[in-house]
């Protein structure tokens, strides 16, 4: 019930995190303008990571998130792509998260990092303007390639490469001195927000409807998912049967908790615990095996009968010889630990 509700209003409860991630940032921002966070991730990342190559990179990176590329991009979006819905889609979109970001940025006027700066920027600093621009933008595009593109390999190809993008425009802003680790990530959160918003209702203009063999492959995920759940459910249900039916089990369950308890107050090491656990295992498996082959030959045998006896005495021996050798290892854990 709660995973069904949790699926029908995954939207609203992203956007309801990303609002109080937003919040809390800017929470602290007017209570300080240096924290924490910025203060620690500016020293890994400035002072440590820096090196002349990857300053390259990231000199490229951060101008994948910039104007010039984005707005050449919305531009060709209108000339090469044959549907012009999606062209003035793409290019309202960069326009309205632009000027969303400057109005942010002006209400709140944090100013930027001094002394580290590898490039030049003006303005002010949270939200970071390409972090929240890239995120709206990329994740747009990334939004019209699932709902308009029938090319799986492609679909996920690209996807992937945005996916990696985005972070890495992020990134680069905090590695090139020019934003906070806050700025980036308050930006990355009203972005995720905005974009919400703007794919409900852009959705009718641009015809958007559920595809048929997705639905068809969703439905099959979900049938799938439901197996592996109930298969952990009768799982869990056939150990709680067991344990309430049989008495062996009880007896195991009731040693195993001597033996944590033990082992908590000799202070067992890390090899230690893992042949315990081990042990455990091995002990409490056998014994459902056992019971599991009990209740199959009564079921298939309910007079008595001599082969039925072996089946039900071998597996019965197979506990008992699994049980002797975990009595043996706890013997040669534990004594040592007693006479010390």
Request: with cysteine; net charge positive; proline share 2%.
């Amino acid at each position: 019930m709660l995973a069904k509700a949790i699926r029908r209003n995954y939207k609203w409860i992203v956007l309801l995190i990303c609002s109080v991630i937003f919040i809390a940032i800017l929470e602290d921002i007017y209570e300080k303008e240096q924290l924490e966070i910025d203060i620690e991730i500016y020293k890994a990342v400035v002072l440590n990571l820096r090196v002349e190559w990857l300053t390259g990179i990231m000199k490229f990176v951060t101008n994948i998130g910039g104007a010039y590329a984005l707005v050449l991009i919305a531009i060709c979006s209108i000339i090469f792509i044959k549907d012009k819905k999606i062209g003035i889609s793409i290019t309202s979109n960069l326009i309205v998260v632009t000027i969303l970001n400057i109005i942010l940025k002006n209400i709140i006027e944090r100013p930027r990092p001094e002394g580290y700066r590898l490039i030049a920027e003006t303005g002010y600093s949270f939200p970071s303007g390409h972090s929240m621009v890239s995120m709206a933008f990329y994740g747009f595009i990334i939004f019209l390639i699932w709902k308009k593109v029938n090319n799986v390999k492609l679909k996920y190809i690209s996807t992937i490469l945005l996916t990696l993008l985005i972070p890495l425009i992020g990134f680069s802003r905090i590695y090139l001195g020019v934003h906070y680790a806050s700025d980036v990530l308050g930006g990355f959160a009203i972005a995720i927000i905005y974009l919400i918003a703007f794919t409900s209702i852009i959705r009718n203009y641009l015809g958007i409807k559920e595809n048929v063999m997705i639905t068809r492959k969703r439905v099959e995920f979900i049938k799938k998912r439901k197996k592996l759940r109930n298969s952990f459910k009768y799982a869990f249900t056939g150990i709680l049967t067991a344990l309430k039916k049989e008495q062996n089990m009880k007896i195991h369950f009731i040693i195993m908790l001597i033996v944590i308890i033990a082992g908590i107050i000799f202070k067992l090491n890390q090899i230690e615990w893992l042949i315990c656990i081990i042990l455990f295992g091995l002990v409490i498996s056998f014994e459902l095996m056992n019971t599991a082959i009990e209740q199959t030959v009564d079921i298939a045998m309910p007079e008595k009968n001599e082969k039925a006896k072996i089946a039900k005495d071998v597996a019965a021996g197979a506990v008992l010889i699994v049980a002797i050798i975990s009595v043996i290892c706890g013997l040669i854990i534990f004594i040592p630990k007693i006479i010390a």
